[in-house]
């Protein structure tokens, strides 16, 4: 750590001095009582600043000790309005003999890739259009008009109910996908809106938290398919991922399930549970304890307007009933739809790569059509979505062939599958987990 001359300020007296840092120094400051970030060359100490982040402590703890500038740009729409809450932060500059990236990543590659996001923001794929969004809310509000119709007219019988209930499911997940455009705030030039939008979407059209969406799902794009980081590979002992942790957890004889028929009891447990369960009870308990309030009232929105449509037709337990099913059948959907671009791929610990690798390494694309677009909620671009989570989805497959010259030019792997494999693959690398666990529970 050396330090710096003095530089004169504006007014002609000279400034504070800068402090110069080493990357060796820098990444000391990794733990949870001292987090240092890098954001072009300016070292900043986020320490105290941390538990204020509007995306959540975690994210920004996760860059601690490491060059964060794609992950700086590729959350903030307005960078130069978050600048303004950086500088009291900043401690100092790198040295200047000092790299500009942290351990020895390829200066090159991340060169390219900042060019190729310039790129894209002067081909204006950052701007959303208002027509997509306008339409996309309107099929999902005119499928919930559907519904109440339907059971108005028809009444509900078993026929109506099924019916009724595949609408309702379909309405739910399309609008899952709507809340995660306006989650990363990828329809509205202004932050304020995309998040007032998307508490009106996760809450009053899915009773769900925005809040709790967003400090864990900026942590999954932040370090995907990373242990410790990525909340959505913390299978709490009920699955093992990847190449290594099983053999972890069969070295050292732990077995809190029987791994090895892990593709099994997948069906059993993960697509039928995960949202009326699971979800449910994390979203409502993180609503009270974090006192996430807007939230909450919200989410009373959606369950009184859904009770007050259904009681008169269906009673209160039918109407709880329904509830339960439609996410129970909502569920099956996410699950596959979200764990095809993940899962099949490299789930490891932190292996400290640049933006474009780590994020190449954890996911994968599906073909493109009609139906996929919209099934997956373009999600089949999972690719392009991760390397630029605040640019709006109708864009994705502008921006794709770009992305896999870049990709061929440094040899960095662009996979793509159909949708069918994709739903394979889920089960298939399961299995690939559970018979790596077995073999070294048994002979290691």
């Known amino acids: 750590m050396g330090k710096g001359g003095e530089q004169g300020g504006d007014s002609g007296e000279p400034a504070a001095q800068i402090r110069f840092y080493t990357w060796e120094e820098i990444q000391k400051h990794n733990l949870r009582t001292d987090k240092w970030l890098v954001i072009e060359r300016k070292v900043y100490n986020v320490t105290k600043w941390a538990n204020r982040h509007p995306g959540g402590q975690r994210v920004i703890s996760h860059c601690a000790g490491e060059d964060a500038t794609d992950a700086f740009q590729a959350f903030h729409i307005n960078p130069t309005l978050v600048q303004k809450f950086l500088k009291p932060l900043l401690i100092g500059e790198l040295a200047p003999g000092e790299p500009s990236q942290d351990r020895d990543k390829n200066p090159q590659l991340v060169e390219d890739f900042r060019t190729l996001r310039k790129t894209a923001e002067d081909m204006n794929l950052f701007r959303a259009s208002p027509l997509f969004f306008s339409l996309y809310l309107g099929h999902i509000l005119a499928m919930e008009v559907l519904a109440w119709l339907m059971v108005s007219y028809f009444g509900t019988s078993w026929i109506t109910t099924l019916i009724l209930a595949c609408i309702l499911?379909?309405?739910?997940?399309?609008?899952?996908?709507?809340?995660?455009?306006?989650?990363?705030?990828?329809?509205?030039?202004?932050?304020?809106?995309?998040?007032?939008?998307?508490?009106?979407?996760?809450?009053?059209?899915?009773?769900?938290?925005?809040?709790?969406?967003?400090?864990?799902?900026?942590?999954?794009?932040?370090?995907?398919?990373?242990?410790?980081?990525?909340?959505?590979?913390?299978?709490?002992?009920?699955?093992?991922?990847?190449?290594?942790?099983?053999?972890?957890?069969?070295?050292?004889?732990?077995?809190?399930?029987?791994?090895?028929h892990q593709h099994e009891y997948f069906f059993l447990i993960f697509p039928p549970l995960l949202i009326p369960v699971y979800f449910q009870i994390q979203i409502i308990s993180t609503m009270i304890k974090r006192r996430f309030w807007a939230d909450l009232a919200w989410a009373i929105s959606y369950y009184l307007r859904y009770f007050i449509t259904y009681i008169p037709f269906y009673g209160v337990l039918g109407s709880l009933c329904l509830l339960t099913f439609v996410r129970f059948l909502e569920s099956h959907w996410f699950v596959w739809v979200t764990q095809m671009n993940h899962i099949p791929m490299e789930i490891d610990s932190e292996k400290h790569r640049d933006w474009l690798s780590s994020q190449m390494a954890a996911t994968c694309n599906i073909e493109q059509s009609f139906f996929n677009d919209w099934f997956t909620g373009h999600l089949n671009f999972q690719i392009e979505h991760h390397l630029f989570p605040t640019m709006p989805r109708h864009n994705f497959w502008k921006v794709k062939p770009l992305v896999k010259s870049l990709c061929a030019k440094y040899g960095v792997q662009y996979e793509e599958k159909p949708l069918g494999k994709a739903f394979v693959d889920i089960v298939g690398s399961l299995k690939k987990s559970g018979d790596l666990w077995l073999d070294a529970y048994l002979h290691k």
């Open 169 to 260: 499911t379909t309405s739910q997940a399309q609008a899952g996908w709507l809340q995660h455009d306006f989650g990363h705030l990828s329809v509205f030039k202004k932050s304020s809106w995309n998040h007032i939008v998307h508490k009106f979407v996760i809450g009053h059209l899915k009773g769900a938290s925005a809040n709790w969406w967003n400090h864990r799902h900026f942590q999954h794009h932040a370090k995907p398919n990373i242990f410790k980081k990525d909340p959505d590979v913390n299978m709490l002992h009920i699955f093992v991922l990847g190449d290594t942790q099983p053999v972890e957890y069969g070295k050292k004889k732990l077995k809190y399930l029987p791994y090895n």
